[in-house]
């Protein structure tokens, strides 16, 4: 995803940030700048979201095994070089000597150690469990949305692989045949209906409500779902990104459903008896998205994020840090 001017940006900046000369000077000195000389001097929501990301409070005897400089866009697989090119972008300032233990794909686990991590499940102790923006062309991407709620379609669609995931298998099931929704899979499943048409994000949201079913992880769809004048129907959520799904609120951003989508009608049909209900929740969606626009301010989250790592870790040592903010 992302358009083509913002993924050819992307990518030459990562190419410099890999090949250009004195690259890792220039980063150091762009991390000094960037981080603050006292915590007191941040935003109170700048720290509550370093809090939620990174929730080490206890440092940790062993060093993490991955030394940042040796790591190369060279030596990482096809399926993490989007995740080793966003960790770069916010990691390469603390230099080639930092430790990381990165785990990059989709992960619904919480490691035995303190690891940067694009996911993670949102209940239960996810202290090991470091959030980054990672995999953000995918997953950072808010399409425009000029047509208004009450002017869409009044019903469901949702595209997509079912992964094996249940209410993704579910909304197939129930509403593949459906003469009222546009429901179905992308790709071929034993036992189920055919599959149907790819649809752009544009033609999903013609339709006033978009299912939200998390696949491996998270459903990637929930983030432009919700910067959209469409509303996001899910079931309970279960896993988080940097985005901070674990915050989210059924009847506040998204209208929640049954894991089975047995009540998928029914809850549109009380949608549909809102209007009221559905604008607030489109605005209380698309004020979350907000926060997230701001890239200077997500480059300073991230930023503190790795610094409260490497000091909960030992990944910088006791004295190569320019600043000690959090121990």
């Known amino acids: 995803m992302g358009g083509g001017l913002q993924?050819?940006?992307?990518?030459?900046?990562?190419?410099?940030r890999e090949y250009a000369p004195g690259a890792w000077a220039v980063a150091r000195k762009r991390l000094a700048a960037r981080l603050p000389e006292r915590l007191e001097d941040l935003p109170s929501d700048v720290l509550e979201r370093v809090a939620y990301y990174n929730r080490l409070i206890v440092p940790v005897d062993d060093l993490p095994p991955v030394r940042l400089g040796d790591m190369s866009i060279g030596t990482t697989d096809r399926s993490g070089k989007m995740y080793y090119i966003d960790l770069m972008r916010d990691a390469q300032g603390f230099g080639p000597e930092f430790r990381i233990a990165p785990l990059f794909g989709d992960v619904t686990?919480?490691?035995?150690?303190?690891?940067?991590?694009?996911?993670?499940?949102?209940?239960?102790?996810?202290?090991?469990?470091?959030?980054?923006?990672?995999?953000?062309?995918?997953?950072?991407?808010?399409?425009?949305?000029?047509?208004?709620?009450?002017?869409?379609?009044?019903?469901?669609?949702?595209?997509?692989?079912?992964?094996?995931?249940?209410?993704?298998?579910?909304?197939?099931?129930?509403?593949?045949?459906?003469?009222?929704?546009?429901?179905?899979?992308?790709?071929?499943?034993?036992?189920?209906?055919?599959?149907?048409?790819?649809?752009?994000?544009?033609?999903?949201?013609?339709?006033?409500?978009?299912?939200?079913?998390?696949?491996?992880?998270v459903a990637t769809n929930l983030k432009w779902i919700m910067a959209s004048n469409s509303v996001a129907l899910a079931p309970k959520l279960e896993y988080e990104t940097w985005y901070m799904e674990g915050r989210l609120e059924p009847g506040v951003h998204f209208v929640q459903i049954r894991a089975d989508l047995s009540d998928l009608d029914e809850r549109i049909a009380w949608c549909e008896?809102?209007?009221?209900?559905?604008?607030?929740?489109?605005?209380?969606?698309?004020?979350?998205?907000?926060?997230?626009?701001?890239?200077?301010?997500?480059?300073?989250?991230?930023?503190?994020?790795?610094?409260?790592?490497?000091e909960f870790t030992g990944g910088l040592g006791l004295t190569s840090s320019p600043v000690r903010l959090f121990t």
């Open 7 to 16: 993924r050819a940006g992307y990518f030459l900046a990562a190419a410099l």
């Open 109 to 217: 686990h919480v490691p035995d150690a303190p690891s940067l991590v694009k996911s993670r499940p949102i209940a239960g102790d996810v202290a090991h469990s470091v959030l980054l923006p990672l995999d953000a062309l995918r997953h950072f991407h808010f399409p425009k949305d000029s047509r208004r709620w009450a002017d869409k379609r009044p019903t469901a669609v949702w595209r997509g692989m079912l992964n094996g995931q249940a209410p993704r298998i579910a909304a197939v099931q129930l509403y593949a045949d459906s003469l009222v929704h546009d429901i179905g899979q992308v790709h071929e499943a034993e036992g189920l209906a055919p599959p149907k048409g790819w649809l752009s994000i544009a033609q999903q949201l013609e339709h006033r409500y978009v299912l939200s079913l998390e696949g491996n992880d």
């Open 273 to 310: 008896a809102n209007p009221q209900e559905m604008e607030r929740i489109v605005r209380n969606a698309q004020a979350w998205v907000r926060q997230f626009r701001d890239p200077a301010r997500e480059r300073l989250i991230a930023a503190l994020v790795l610094q409260k790592y490497a």
